[in-house]
């Protein structure tokens, strides 16, 4: 049985707004990478083309993309079933060169939103099956609720993935990212001397790094928290709602997601 601690909403560095850009880019920069590596999103790859199929579209709009996440990895396991699912990225602090860079290496199904982007009031302009990973548990539950009745309005699919866990052993799995913070820091494309220099000349990004993974995890949503915002967030009962925990390969803490899709 998992032990659940005490949710904390505190606060990320890379949520500031004070905070210089080139240390946000560096925090998702990172996070781009870990994810990249041990691609703990494999696991929800059915269950998302379901939801984009039930929703009856084949483009997302990702929401809090930060440096691209899983998305080199993930919109290829996606279109593998034969599917043309194309992505836009969105942001409210554009890491322009890594999303850039992203963009490249899957020209014509990858692009990203050129303006900031709220994700509590998406443009009108912007359609698809809204996805966020790795950024729900920034949100404090007024706002994560104003995500979801955002998509309600418009009649937009929308799913919350999440690799962290409000446990002890999500505490433990997000501490040990210290180390490799170093390891990386020299391999991430692009290379930025901003990155290279905050993590070894002056050591800031692998402290940075761990607190936010740290928070991260202590910021996290349960099944149950997500399925009661979720309801908070669509009175008329207009959606169906599913949450839950899928186990990921080389992990030993699962991916916790909310999917809704408009009732037909």
Same mark, same amino acid.
């Given at each position: 049985?998992?032990?659940?601690?005490?949710?904390?909403? #505190?606060?990320?560095? $890379?949520?500031?707004?004070? &905070?210089?850009?080139?240390?946000?880019?560096?925090?998702?920069?990172?996070?781009?990478?870990?994810?990249?590596? %041990?691609?703990?999103?494999?696991?929800?790859? +059915?269950? /998302?083309?379901?939801?984009?199929?039930?929703?009856? @579209?084949?483009?997302?709009?990702?929401? &809090?993309?930060? *440096?691209?996440?899983?998305?080199?990895? /993930?919109?290829? *396991?996606?279109?593998?079933? $034969?599917?043309?699912?194309?992505?836009?990225?969105?942001?409210? %602090?554009?890491?322009?060169?890594?999303?850039?860079?992203? &963009?490249?290496?899957?020209? $014509? =199904?990858? @692009?990203? !939103?050129?303006? +900031?982007?709220?994700?509590?009031?998406?443009?009108?302009?912007?359609?698809? !099956?809204?996805?966020? #990973?790795?950024?729900?548990?920034?949100?404090?539950?007024?706002?994560?609720?104003?995500?979801?009745?955002?998509?309600?309005?418009?009649?937009? $699919?929308?799913?919350? !993935?999440? #690799?962290?866990?409000?446990?002890?052993?999500?505490? =433990?799995?997000?501490?040990?990212?210290? +180390?490799?913070?170093?390891?990386?820091?020299? =391999?991430?494309?692009?290379?930025?001397?901003?990155?290279?220099? /905050?993590?070894?000349?002056?050591?800031?990004?692998?402290?940075?790094? @761990? #607190?936010?993974?740290?928070?991260?995890?202590?910021?996290?949503?349960?099944?149950?928290?997500?399925?009661?915002? *979720?309801?908070?967030?669509?009175?008329?009962?207009?959606?169906?709602?599913?949450?839950?925990?899928?186990?990921?390969?080389?992990?030993?803490? +699962?991916?916790?997601?909310?999917?809704?899709?408009?009732?037909?």
């Amino acid at each position: 049985t998992v032990t659940t601690v005490r949710r904390i909403q #505190f606060f990320e560095v $890379g949520d500031l707004a004070w &905070c210089p850009a080139p240390m946000r880019d560096a925090i998702t920069d990172y996070l781009h990478h870990a994810q990249n590596i %041990f691609q703990p999103y494999l696991a929800i790859v +059915p269950l /998302l083309r379901q939801a984009i199929e039930r929703a009856g @579209t084949t483009h997302i709009v990702d929401l &809090c993309s930060g *440096a691209a996440g899983s998305w080199l990895h /993930l919109l290829p *396991a996606l279109r593998e079933a $034969g599917s043309e699912i194309t992505v836009q990225m969105t942001d409210k %602090f554009i890491n322009r060169p890594a999303l850039t860079h992203a &963009c490249a290496q899957l020209p $014509g =199904r990858l @692009t990203f !939103f050129p303006q +900031p982007v709220d994700a509590t009031a998406m443009p009108e302009s912007l359609h698809g !099956f809204r996805t966020v #990973f790795s950024a729900f548990h920034h949100f404090p539950p007024d706002q994560a609720r104003e995500i979801l009745a955002d998509a309600v309005r418009h009649g937009q $699919g929308i799913g919350i !993935f999440e #690799f962290t866990q409000r446990s002890y052993l999500g505490l =433990r799995r997000a501490a040990a990212i210290l +180390p490799f913070i170093f390891y990386w820091a020299a =391999r991430i494309q692009p290379f930025r001397w901003s990155r290279f220099l /905050l993590t070894w000349a002056v050591p800031l990004m692998p402290l940075i790094v @761990t #607190f936010e993974s740290i928070v991260s995890s202590l910021r996290t949503y349960t099944p149950a928290e997500l399925l009661a915002l *979720a309801r908070a967030a669509d009175p008329g009962e207009r959606y169906s709602w599913e949450t839950g925990e899928l186990p990921t390969s080389g992990s030993t803490v +699962p991916v916790t997601y909310l999917i809704g899709t408009p009732k037909h």
